[in-house]
Antibody
Framework: QVHLQQWGAGLLKPSETLSLTCAVN????????WSWIRQPPGKGLEWIGE???????NYNPSLKSRVTLSIGTSRNQFSLKLTSVTAADTAVYYC?????????????WGQGTTVTVSS | QSALTQEASVSGTVGQKVTLSCTGN????????VGWYQQISHGAPKTVMF??SLPSGIPDRFSGSKSGTTASLTISGLQPEDEANYYC???????????FGGGTKLTVL
């Protein structure tokens, strides 16, 4: 069974860079798009961006200037970097696998990482 | 403002049938399958429906449908454990982006 495990720094200061990694434990990495989604406190879900095994990316237009997704050297990991964070970037961040039959629909989710931006 | 529109709240009694809706446009729901996610008490979301297909392990009291630019998630025989926030999403080809609904809080009375 595919399992997504994510990790990264949980407390940042304004202007720092958020960095998270998600590992795909078992199952295929290629043939899927892998995404990051976030949820600010008390609010709904927001898509950040996606990457496939070849490194092809799509980003949320509202975050595009600050976001970089990449594939890890182990090839079963992918990472998120978000630069120049502010308090508005405080959220729970989830990695997810896109459903193989449907664009924009995740079928597997990571456990979530709480990121707080505070001076 | 979310790209997809969901009811803010829906309630029902145990055993009742409830339907949650997700409305978009021809750039998203009109052309792509919709996913539905259950989030219980700030935990990680869980996918409960893709289009009209039920993921493994999800009770068959959940069903999905779509008509034009509106998708629906129906729960037949509502159970106390179904109380949660439900979100929908799909792809929007004009934005080249995923789009989510704002979420519906389902209360089981």
């Amino acid at each position: 069974q595919v399992h997504l495990q994510q990790w990264g720094a949980g407390l940042l200061k304004p202007s720092e860079t958020l960095s998270l990694t998600c590992a795909v434990n078992s199952g295929s990495f290629s043939g899927y798009y892998w995404s990051w989604i976030r949820q600010p406190p008390g609010k709904g879900l927001e898509w950040i961006g996606e990457i496939n095994h070849s490194g092809t990316t799509n980003y949320n237009p509202s975050l595009k200037s600050r976001v970089t997704l990449s594939i890890g050297t182990s090839r079963n990991q992918f990472s998120l970097k978000l630069t120049s964070v502010t308090a508005a970037d405080t959220a729970v961040y989830y990695c997810a696998r896109e459903h193989p039959m449907g664009r924009g629909v995740p079928d597997m989710w990571g456990q979530g990482t709480t990121v707080t931006v505070s001076s | 403002q979310s790209a997809l529109t969901q009811e803010a709240s829906v309630s029902g009694t145990v055993g009742q049938k409830v339907t949650l809706s997700c409305t978009g446009n021809s750039n998203n729901i009109g052309d792509y399958a919709v996913g539905w996610y259950q989030q219980i008490s700030h935990g990680a979301p869980k996918t409960v429906m893709f289009g009209n297909s039920l993921p493994s392990g999800i009770p068959d009291r959940f069903s999905g449908s779509k008509s034009g630019t509106t998708a629906s998630l129906t729960i037949s025989g509502l159970q106390p454990e179904d109380e949660a926030n439900y979100y929908c999403s799909t792809w929007d080809y004009s934005l080249s982006a995923w789009v989510f609904g704002g979420g519906t809080k389902l209360t089981v009375l």
